[in-house]
């Protein structure tokens, strides 16, 4: 059965430093993966998508994420982050059946000033 | 984004009463689903709709029944509330136009069960 793992339930990062965000999935084809950003008290806004083609795909509010089949990851990336974008971030991949998706348990991103 | 509603958006109701949810999307999109939210579990699967009168359990369907009589509303019904449905309940579509299709989310209903 196909499953996400997010390994860090918190991150923090200083105002202006990198971002990574670790995912990894377990499907036996070709999967179908997103990342979701949930402001608090929000529903969940779509960053990106994967579904075929360039492995590094880019998404909207400055992030990218780059799918590595040999690693079953696709995490998530941005160069420099704003307090703006302190969140929870989901990984998700899709079941390729119904356009079900399931979703990774979320990693809540702190900013430090 | 998406025109999709859902409400009430905030809910407190006693152990044992029924409690319908409400989902109306505005897209004409085929497929609705009904998650749960709760802390250190993600987004989980109650039910999804296919289309009109066509519904199906996904990963915690006890405790719950849907109804989708029009393309446009999807309810979620619990019909004895339970302290453990107290969960924030979000609904979403996807167009499923014959390729695979992102979700998307409305804003999310509050359930307290008291």
């Known amino acids: 059965a196909q499953s996400v793992t997010q390994p860090d339930i918190h991150i923090t990062v200083s105002e202006g430093a990198s971002l990574e965000l670790r995912c990894n999935y377990s499907?036996?084809?070709?999967?179908?993966l997103f990342w979701y950003v949930q402001s608090p008290g929000q529903g969940l806004q779509l960053l990106l998508k994967y579904f075929s083609g360039d492995t590094l795909v880019q998404g909207i509010k400055g992030f990218e994420a780059e799918f590595k089949r040999s690693q079953s990851s696709f995490n998530l990336r941005k160069p420099s982050v704003h307090w703006s974008d302190a969140a929870e971030y989901f990984c998700?991949?899709?079941?390729?059946?119904?356009?079900?998706?399931?979703f990774g348990k979320g990693t809540r991103l702190h900013i430090l000033p | 984004d998406a025109g999709i509603t859902q409400s009430p958006r905030h809910k407190v109701t006693e152990t044992g009463t029924p409690v319908t949810l409400r989902c109306h999307q505005t897209e004409n999109h085929r497929y609705m689903y009904w998650y749960r939210q709760d802390p250190g579990h993600g987004l989980r699967l109650i039910h999804y709709?296919?289309?009109?009168?066509?519904?199906d359990k996904g990963e915690v369907s006890d405790g719950y029944s849907v109804s989708r009589s029009k393309t446009e509303d999807f309810l979620l019904t619990l019909e004895s509330a339970t302290s453990s449905q107290t969960s924030v309940y979000f609904c979403a579509i996807s167009p499923s136009d014959g390729s695979y299709n992102e979700q998307f989310f409305g804003p999310g209903t509050r359930l307290t069960v008291l």
């Open positions: 709709s296919y289309g009109v009168k066509d519904t």
């Open positions: 499907y036996g084809a070709t999967p179908y």
């Open positions: 998700a991949v899709g079941e390729n059946r119904d356009d079900k998706i399931i």
